[in-house]
């Protein structure tokens, strides 16, 4: 169970008072993750909005000066000065210190073995559920060392 660190996760422990949500393996919508670009490829504003600029494209001719396209007006984002195009890009998927995190729906989450159906689990100081009169509820034991918890 990870919590906030900065704009950073950690693995969460017993004092701690705000958990993040649970490290999942199947996540089904993942937000901010910049799959097959750089986060900051293109010029943003302080919201963090992509600047867009209007690029005229001449009308395209063939060799006897016939238009096969016709000229217009392209809105384009704003490439970053910064941006390095010959540096490859990794995916945050593929890197070892990514990890998708569920914030709400049912989570499958490690325990030693002391949560029960119905009951509540919180992180101990090694960052695994136990049994405690509050936090997530569990749902479910999947086995000996794994609960399904909802968050919500």
């Known amino acids: 169970m990870p919590i906030l660190d900065g704009d ?3 693995k969460a422990t017993s004092t701690d008072d705000y958990i993040l949500g649970i490290v999942s393996v199947n996540p089904s919508v993942v937000g901010d993750r910049y799959q097959d670009q750089w986060a ?9 909005e992509v600047k867009k600029e209007t690029v005229h494209i001449p009308a395209l ?3 006897e000066r016939k ?24 995916s945050r998927e593929k890197r070892p210190e990514w990890s998708p995190i569920g914030m709400m ?15 509540y689990c919180k992180p101990n100081d090694n960052g695994v559920a136990t049994s405690l009169v509050e936090g997530y509820r569990v749902m479910e034991r999947i086995s000996e060392t794994i609960i399904r918890v909802l968050i919500k």
């Open 105 to 119: 729906g049912k989570l499958l989450v490690r325990d030693y073995g002391t949560s029960s159906v119905n009951g």
């Open 40 to 48: 900051n490829m293109y010029v943003t504003n302080e919201w963090g």
């Open 67 to 90: 238009e096969i396209t016709p000229e217009r007006d392209e809105t384009r984002p704003v490439l970053n000065p910064n941006y390095d195009s010959n540096e490859e890009y990794t």
């Open 8 to 10: 950073k996760v950690r």
């Open 61 to 63: 001719l063939n060799a």
